[in-house]
């Protein structure tokens, strides 16, 4: 049987902000818990949305918080040959095509009419219109995009929090993109390939990402992955407004909180709070949450930034 081993797998294309932070805290501490091994992946592909010095800076503000992990860290922009070796297969074993569709050739077939519930779905209008990605820069004079096939037939997740969903990829988006025009892997398959090459089979992630998993498990299985992975996907952390935390609720990063003297352990004693693992908000240790976590008291639904959780973090008045 394989070691459990688990990943953080931070994006640097913006600042940590606390519903970040409690997704990386419980990842640690299930790791903690269930004596898995930590490893540290920047998911740092190239592409506008990167920004410079972020990728250090999180690692930093992950380890102010008391996070822990293996060295050494795994940077996605000097894994380029992987993903491209794994292209390879997909295309020779006639899963992957190129692709010159543009944003809004997909967009303006997603408003045309449709005959049953797959509408939106890109409608597979490269599958076959291409010999290879230079037949496909010959006709087109674009570079092509790369999609994968799915099928008109579920997959099934099996999720710690969650339960066992199903979800059908050819209704919810059809073929998609795994290597974008500039010839960079896209997310799904550089997570694949990573986490395979790492030996993970423990992920720990938002319930944003719980669709990206049916897509992933259909990488995996075209890929000849067989290992299983065990999956949790948490409830997000949102605003009043019910929608995931963003600029609109205000300065939520944790820079801006730790400029402001927010603590490490009122920090932590927030998120403990929002993870079900203290009664009220108060300052707590790391040692302390690790010692009371308890899977089973985990929130089943989103937890609700407030602003008494803001005052919180500033001036350590405790409350409910």
């Known amino acids: 049987m394989s070691d459990p081993i688990t990943r953080l797998a931070p994006s640097p294309t913006g600042a940590l902000h606390l519903g970040n932070a409690r997704t990386f805290l419980l990842n640690h501490l299930l790791a903690r818990r269930h004596g898995w091994r930590m490893l540290m992946r920047v998911e740092d592909l190239p592409g506008p949305r990167i920004k410079p010095h972020a990728a250090a800076d999180m690692l930093e503000e992950l380890a102010w918080l008391g996070l822990q992990w293996e060295q050494p860290v795994i940077y996605q922009s000097a894994r380029r040959a992987a993903y491209d070796e794994a292209l390879a297969k997909l295309a020779r074993d006639g899963w992957a095509y190129p692709c010159t569709c543009s944003r809004k050739d997909v967009e303006s077939a997603a408003l045309a009419p449709h005959a049953d519930d797959a509408a939106g779905a890109y409608p597979g209008a490269c599958r076959g219109r291409y010999a290879d990605a230079a037949d496909a820069r010959r006709q087109s004079g674009q570079d092509p995009a790369w999609r994968v096939r799915v099928e008109d037939a579920p997959v099934r997740v099996n999720d710690h929090v969650a339960g066992t969903v199903e979800f059908n990829l050819a209704r919810l988006g059809g073929d998609f993109v795994i290597v974008r025009r500039e010839g960079l892997a896209a997310y799904q398959l550089a997570v694949v390939v990573d986490d395979e090459a790492a030996g993970v089979n423990r992920i720990v992630r938002g319930d944003d990402l719980l669709d990206s998993a049916a897509r992933q498990e259909h990488l995996r299985r075209l890929l000849g992955m067989t290992d299983p992975i065990e999956y949790w996907h948490l409830p997000l952390v949102v605003g009043p407004d019910g929608r995931r935390l963003a600029k609109r609720h205000g300065d939520t990063r944790l820079a801006w909180f730790r400029q402001h003297h927010a603590t490490r352990e009122r920090v932590l004693g927030l998120l403990g709070f929002w993870s079900g693992l203290?009664?009220?908000?108060?300052?707590?240790?790391?040692?302390?949450?690790?010692?009371?976590?308890?899977?089973?008291?985990?929130p089943q639904t989103q937890v609700v930034y407030t602003r008494p959780d803001h005052d919180f973090l500033l001036t350590g008045r405790e409350g409910n």
Do not use: C, G
């Open 278 to 298: 203290l009664p009220r908000r108060r300052p707590a240790e790391m040692a302390e949450l690790a010692d009371v976590f308890d899977e089973a008291r985990l």
